[in-house]
């Protein structure tokens, strides 16, 4: 593929990646703001005290499969009909694992409710399988305008559904359905939608192929999820379900924002450095552009929410949720490091190097586990999201050491191309900071007045040096006004 073409379909998958996104994370936003007053903390928590049940078993139906089938550059029908029955396998093992333990994961949390939800929530398995080929068939061919128009409609539809529920007192039912319908609507859409069908063939040469990348693709995977999800089963356990759910209502808004720009990068990305794995000049010049750009952009963004998350918290959720807000606060500065992640590791899985992921996840994981399980004896909760914040970025490090060893961006170079971006956001911060600490005004004027100031410092500093990252990101746009 010619590099203008790579360029074009770059660009086009960016922005409709940023429309499936930006449009998902506006209906996740007003979500957010009816069913917090129509639902309660005790519901979301008893949803997140499933959700690394959930996570887990559908990371053993993929397998790491559907990575290698976009990695690969020249799948084949006996690949793709091998791994679809390969997932539809996996998931009547594990749906029936999760049935036989639903009793068992009620009682360790001492509530009984949570069987019956885990049990019928278990059918997303199925649908997942259902569906993984034909999405990743969409992903490998940059077709993103598909997944974006399906995407949207389906966050429409699944909320006004779950709006209705949630109003006439169905509570965790009502979440659950949303769940269930969020999976299913893009499983039959892209059932027909895709000119594919899995014929009678399994192929035990192709699954060995496949299973040679993907099986450590899968256990990396499995790693990094257990160790993302296991600290809302030790606060589930450890406390009651309401805190957990001020604890879910942080995490879900944090990602909200953390990764609304960091994902319409990197989820066109990764097919696109599989497409120049073996170039590593222009890997290399990719992975600097989106790792400045995303800094550029996230970090003035987590340092603002953390400025005004108060009154954003009470003005969108209510007095209700005024608890989650010290757990947002921490979350943010997790989520900058997690949004650096993505942009290096990938590059590493695209040149294949998924032993390498696994490895190294392994160490980062040990170390993760080690330090949310120290923050919580030491802190209580806060202390374990000060482990997710130091695990964060010493994740991040090694992400950059790996880059800097298979693909040549350097260490040093990469910490000075965001350092920076990182000066100016903290002294924009302590701006609005210290102008909030000596100002008394009311909630939201107060929050006001500390977005004006970082913005005044920020944007000037912008205008003042045009530094690259800025000019990255107009090239971006400027991309995007030449391909109409």
Not at 293 to 302: D, E
Request: hydrophobic residues 50%; charged residues 10%.
């Amino acid at each position: 593929m010619g590099e203008k073409t790579l360029k074009q379909k770059a660009v086009s998958g960016m922005i409709w990646t940023a429309l499936q996104r930006y449009s998902t994370i506006f209906i996740q936003f007003v979500s957010s703001i009816i069913l917090a007053r129509l639902l309660t903390p005790y519901d979301y928590g008893c949803i997140g005290m499933l959700m690394i049940f959930m996570v887990l078993a559908e990371s053993f139906i993929d397998g790491g499969f559907g990575s290698a089938l976009i990695q690969k550059k020249c799948p084949t029908q006996e690949d793709y009909s091998t791994i679809f029955f390969w997932n539809l396998g996996m998931a009547v093992l594990l749906y029936a694992v999760l049935y036989l333990s639903a009793p068992a994961i009620a009682r360790f949390y001492n509530i009984p409710l949570l069987c019956d939800v885990l049990r019928i929530q278990g059918v997303i398995l199925f649908i997942y399988a259902f569906n993984i080929v034909q999405r990743n068939q969409l992903q490998k061919k940059l077709n993103f305008k598909v997944l974006s128009v399906v995407t949207i409609s389906t966050s429409i539809i699944s909320l006004m559904v779950t709006m209705m529920m949630a109003y006439h007192g169905f509570g965790v039912w009502a979440l659950v359905t949303q769940n269930i319908l969020s999976a299913t609507i893009p499983a039959l859409v892209f059932w027909f939608y895709v000119n594919w069908r899995p014929q009678l063939i399994f192929s035990w040469k192709s699954f060995r192929e496949l299973f040679s990348f993907g099986f450590y693709m899968f256990l990396t995977h499995l790693v990094n999820q257990f160790s993302q999800q296991i600290r809302g089963l030790l606060i589930g356990k450890v406390y009651s379900p309401e805190i957990m759910g001020y604890y879910s209502k942080a995490n879900h808004t944090e990602r909200m924002a953390s990764q609304s720009i960091s994902q319409v990068l990197t989820q066109v990305t990764y097919p696109l450095y599989a497409e120049v794995q073996d170039d590593k000049k222009r890997l290399k010049e990719m992975i600097q552009k989106l790792s400045s750009s995303i800094a550029f952009l996230t970090f003035p963004l987590m340092f603002i929410l953390i400025l005004v998350a108060k009154p954003l918290f009470i003005l969108l959720y209510s007095d209700r949720w005024i608890n989650s807000v010290p757990f947002f606060q921490i979350l943010c500065l997790a989520g900058l490091g997690i949004c650096l992640q993505s942009v290096n590791l990938q590059a590493i899985s695209a040149i294949g190097k998924s032993r390498v992921m696994f490895v190294w996840a392994m160490v980062k994981q040990g170390l993760g586990l080690t330090l949310v399980i120290s923050g919580l004896f030491w802190g209580g909760i806060q202390g374990l999201l000060w482990g997710c914040v130091a695990h964060s970025w010493i994740c991040t490090l090694i992400n950059i050491m790996l880059v800097s060893k298979y693909i040549g961006y350097k260490t040093t170079r990469q910490l000075w191309d965001i350092f920076p971006i990182a000066v100016v956001t903290i002294v924009s911060f302590g701006g609005g900071y210290v102008t909030g600490h000596y100002v008394h005004w009311g909630l939201y004027e107060d929050g006001l007045l500390k977005f004006l100031v970082f913005s005044l410092i920020y944007v000037g500093w912008v205008l003042m040096f045009q530094p690259m990252p800025y000019k990255y990101v107009k090239e971006i746009v400027w991309s995007k006004k030449n391909l109409r």
